[in-house]
């Protein structure tokens, strides 16, 4: 058997597979295994362990691992590039694979990267292993493509490569490329990039590199303020290589974002301006307390005196982008002070800083109207003094004052420290996000010609409007007109659009009483008068396309120096707008979520996490949570959480509520069963079910996923935690009592209910949680909820069986439902009385049932039956009556003998999984199962005949059967990709046409009879 192992080890792979086996060398050994490491670009430990758990159910993965640097390692047969497209949602990057003995865990293997001689320990003897593995495995050439160094372009030594010393590095190549001693030093980061794209899975070069490989690059580099001149040096370099700048992955806009973050994190301080004389004793504590605050954000307090400098240290103005400024009487007795007042507002006019100004011991009609000491220094240095420069003062006196502020009272100075840090932080949060930093450098790479549109779209409370703001503000500066709408929706119910309309044109065209026709608002008029200017408009939340365009007048008069911003909840109105860029605002990750909790926390780290497990990064709900549980000495945080969670805020219920209202009938149907019942499932499974109850599921998905509400994640319906809650809320007010509420979730509504039969014509849907859940029920439970379509009882945790009784039996279930999930259902049958002419979904494994029903029922709808481990079962004959049933599931039952009149009537079936069933010994006829694609008979040990196969199957399993043959038509499927025969004892002899090269995995192992092979 092991010849036979060996001749098949490479049995069936097909020709267009990634497969490393080539023309430049041998196909590993059998027994030889494969050691993977690996690390995801998603660190969050939930990720991570379901990222583990899909890798345990990866056919050829024997064993994973974590360790404390967050590396996975993967030991196996399976290909990489197959964990690759397995995780591709987790972003895996491959960082290592090495090749050992199978089950030698002292054996190191040899490792898949090119070394260098110089590198080499022992010499002969490592060469000698590397020998030893040529002859099992693909050679270099298989592997690592030519990439010549860059250094090459500039400097080539003369010399050999045999007269190279330790010193020179030499890159694998058709051509050797050397390269001079004194430059190498110059191009590590070179060579580490090219060492890494060459143990990419593929391997790459820097010719078919991506952004997101050089994004990952820098991330192992692990660099932090050189990062800038990092990406420098390698887009020189990779320029050098005969790249041009258009297609350099350093140039791109993923790479540039990717820095500008990196960059972000580094400037977590804030500047403290301030013209102190240390002689006011509340001056100092005050700046003092604003430090102190700053420091418990882990924020760095940059503090810098203004009184007494000759020269402004100008570069300080660039290591923060938020400042607070105390203002007081100090500065108008000193020139220099005020001085470098105008020189930080010019910096403020011509960048994106944030000035936060506090007036202490003056009041803001002191500083605007001149008053007070100030009135008197300006009056005294006006007689010696050039007026120009006074100018320049009263300017940057006014500008500051133009932005507001806070004044300082005595008795308040460290709830007013608290408050303006807590302002200053926030905006910092806000400055250094993911989401401004790539829009701002989405715009900054914008190549069009034309006018800008952005569309800027996402769920309600994420932080559009903020960050809107924060991109007027960036931008404004650099135009000449500039508009900006805040709550566009509602301003458009208040005021109406055509007082809307009247106020932008008064905006732009510099009028405050201005009436234009609408002959005047024709595009030739818009064009002509505002082509020669910059223009800036960003309206916010806009519902209507057609309400947006007949604000501006249209869009088609904007042209080039023109950027429009539109932010919207829905996408469909963004691409109404003919927007040319479109952006989603990202939910927060946990480093946004925790530096926004801690603006409010300080040192509370298990409320924090409290906090942001049921907030889903929405900043809104962040701040209302946080606020809450700040406000108040709350002994139990969890159950606080837990009734802000099953009663939202006033706040979070307003921002939810207009997207909900806008929904039909059709769609908040469908969101309140995806809230209430069916987040996380399969988007497939969901949509036949409900549409099974009449509902147009695929367009209500669509648009809820377009009115940002829900999310589809690996074909998975998401939402966040806190749109559940909401929906959930939407149900529960429909009445005080729950046997009055559509959807039943709360396992104490749920008991209330079913144990007192007060269940009523309102119920729509009961899934119950019965973990460790205990309750007799009576026969007439179901009586009364004759509109029940989706009934659910389940056990959440594994281990826990639940104790639902029927002691009397049950007289029937409502002849409504379309789904029937009752795990360990404890009877023999289904009731007699019920007509189950609407079901689509059986679930019932680990059931006590002997047969489904007494006589024959109406199974016309019926898609998907699974009673897998129902161990008493011994007839479904009632399914010859189930003609669109697609998938069944019988795994484990083990007293089913003879399916042979039952499965042969479902045309429609596509999987059939009777894996375990130790007991059958007969099949039916399935050639005439034309769309049957996966059959598992694996485990069957007294099946010793199938009769033919269904012509189209993908995947066949027939471990430890008592075949002894396959049948003949098994030669005549084309799409075979999956043939298991393991331990098919009595297996003799395979089909000599079998069709190899569709076969990508053939198990053989423990077929001990097998005598020959085609």
Not at 119 to 133: F, H, I, P, V
Request: charged share 25%.
């Amino acid at each position: 058997m092991e010849t036979l192992a060996s001749m098949f080890g490479s049995f069936g792979r097909r020709s267009s597979s990634k497969a490393i086996a080539s023309s430049a060398g041998k196909i590993p050994s059998p027994e030889m295994e494969k050691v993977i490491h690996l690390s995801l670009d998603q660190r969050h430990v939930n990720k991570t362990n379901k990222a583990m758990s899909r890798l345990c159910k990866i056919p050829g993965v024997s064993s994973v691992s974590l360790d404390v640097d967050c590396c996975i390692t993967v030991t196996g047969t399976v290909d990489p590039e197959t964990i690759q497209n397995k995780l591709r949602h987790y972003r895996p990057m491959i960082r290592e694979v090495v090749l050992r003995k199978k089950h030698d865990l002292d054996e190191q293997g040899a490792k898949l990267r090119t070394k260098h001689d110089s590198d080499e320990e022992g010499g002969s003897e490592q060469g000698n292993k590397k020998l030893a593995l040529d002859e099992d495995f693909p050679r270099e050439e298989a592997y690592v493509s030519v990439m010549p160094s860059p250094i090459s372009n500039w400097e080539r030594s003369d010399r050999s490569d045999d007269s190279l010393s330790g010193d020179n590095s030499t890159i694998v190549a058709d051509k050797s490329t050397t390269i001079a001693p004194n430059k190498k030093h110059l191009n590590e980061d070179w060579f580490s990039f090219c060492e890494f794209l060459r143990n990419r899975i593929p391997p790459l070069n820097p010719h078919n590199c991506s952004a997101y490989d050089v994004i990952d690059f820098l991330r192992t580099r692990q660099v932090s303020a050189g990062i800038e001149a990092l990406v420098e040096r390698l887009r020189f370099s990779i320029e050098a290589f005969g790249i041009r700048s258009e297609v350099n992955p350093f140039c791109s806009l993923a790479v540039t974002s990717y820095v500008a973050r990196v960059i972000s994190r580094e400037t977590e301080c804030i500047l403290v301006f301030s013209c102190n004389d240390n002689l006011d004793v509340d001056e100092t504590s005050f700046i003092e307390a604003i430090s102190k605050e700053l420091l418990q954000r882990e924020v760095t307090p940059l503090t810098y005196n203004l009184l007494g400098r000759e020269k402004l240290d100008e570069k300080i103005l660039y290591r923060s982008r938020v400042g607070i400024m105390i203002l007081s009487n100090s500065y108008v007795c000193s020139r220099q002070s005020l001085d470098h007042l105008v020189a930080i507002m010019d910096h403020w006019k011509t960048t994106d800083l944030v000035i936060i100004p506090i007036y202490f011991k003056v009041t803001l009609s002191d500083i605007c109207g001149l008053k007070g000491r100030f009135e008197a220094a300006f009056l005294q240095l006006q007689r010696s003094l050039q007026e120009d420069r006074i100018q320049k003062w009263k300017a940057a006196v006014t500008e500051i004052v133009s932005i507001g502020g806070l004044e300082w009272t005595k008795g308040s100075q460290f709830m007013l420290a608290e408050e303006v840090v807590r302002n200053a932080s926030l905006r910092l949060c806000l400055k250094n996000s993911k989401n401004l930093v790539e829009i701002v450098a989405l715009l900054n790479h914008s190549k069009s010609s034309d006018v800008k549109i952005l569309g800027i779209w996402g769920m309600a409370g994420i932080g559009k409007t903020s960050v809107a703001r924060e991109i007027f503000e960036i931008l404004s500066p650099h135009y000449d007109l500039c508009y900006f709408l805040q709550d566009f929706h509602l301003m458009c119910q208040m005021k109406g659009l055509r007082q809307l309309r009247d106020d932008f044109l008064s905006k732009v065209c510099g009028e405050e009483k201005l009436s234009i026709g609408a002959c005047d608002t024709k595009l030739s008029f818009m064009r002509d008068r505002f082509h020669n200017k910059t223009i800036l408009v960003v309206l916010d939340d806009i519902s209507n396309a057609r309400d947006a365009e007949a604000l501006v007048g249209g869009f088609g008069w904007f042209s080039n120096g023109h950027t429009i911003i539109l932010t919207s909840r829905k996408k469909q109105v963004l691409v109404q707008c003919k927007v040319k860029e479109l952006y989603e605002i990202q939910k927060l990750c946990e480093f946004e979520s925790f530096r926004l909790c801690k603006q409010y926390l300080n040192g509370e780290t298990m409320v924090i996490s409290e906090i942001m497990s049921c907030s889903g990064g929405i900043p809104l709900v962040l701040k209302v949570f946080v606020s809450s549980v700040s406000k108040q000495d709350i002994k139990n945080i969890k159950e606080h959480l837990q009734s802000l969670r099953k009663n939202p805020p006033a706040q979070i219920q307003e921002a939810f509520r207009r997207s909900f209202d806008g929904l039909d009938e059709n769609e908040k149907n469908i969101f309140l069963d995806l809230a209430c019942f069916f987040r996380g499932e399969n988007k497939d499974h969901v949509v036949q079910i409900l549409d099974a109850c009449g509902f147009f599921t695929y367009l209500g998905i669509c648009d809820l996923i377009d009115e940002s509400l829900i999310s589809l994640i690996d074909n998975k319906i998401e939402m966040p935690t806190p749109f559940q809650d909401i929906g959930r809320f939407v149900v529960h007010k429909e009445d005080e009592d729950p046997c009055e509420r559509s959807r039943l979730w709360d396992s104490n509504d749920i008991a209330d209910v079913l144990t007192k039969k007060s269940g009523t014509e309102a119920i729509e849907g009961i899934f119950l949680d019965a973990s460790d859940f205990t309750c007799e029920l009576s026969p007439t439970v179901f009586d009364k909820m004759y509109n029940l379509r989706l009934l659910k009882f389940y056990c959440s945790t594994s281990g826990n069986q639940f104790k639902l009784s029927l002691p009397q039996g049950l007289y029937t279930l409502p002849d409504e439902l379309r789904l029937l999930h009752w795990e360990n259902y404890p009877l023999k049958n289904l009731p007699r009385k019920f007509n189950p002419g609407n079901l689509v979904d059986i679930n019932m494994p680990y059931s006590k049932m002997e047969k489904l029903w007494e006589g024959n029922k109406n199974l016309e709808k019926l898609k998907k039956l699974k009673l897998s481990h129902s161990k008493r079962l011994t007839d479904i004959r009632v399914l010859s009556k189930a003609v669109k049933l697609e998938d069944i599931d019988l795994e484990g039952c083990t007293s089913l003998v003879d399916v042979s009149t039952s499965i042969g009537c479902c045309g429609k079936l596509v999987s059939l999984n009777m894996k375990d069933c130790f007991h059958l010994r007969s099949l039916p006829a399935m050639v005439d199962l034309i769309y049957l694609k996966l059959l598992n008979l694996s485990g069957c040990s007294q099946l010793k005949e199938i009769q033919d196969f269904a012509p189209n199957l993908k995947e066949i399993y027939l471990a430890g059967t008592a075949i002894r043959e396959l049948p003949l038509l098994i030669e005549h499927i084309t799409e075979l990709v999956t043939l298991d025969l393991e331990n098919c004892r009595r297996l003799r002899k395979l089909p000599f046409g079998i069709n190899s090269r569709s076969i990508a995995e053939l198990k053989l192992s423990g077929c001990t009879s097998l005598e020959s092979l085609p």
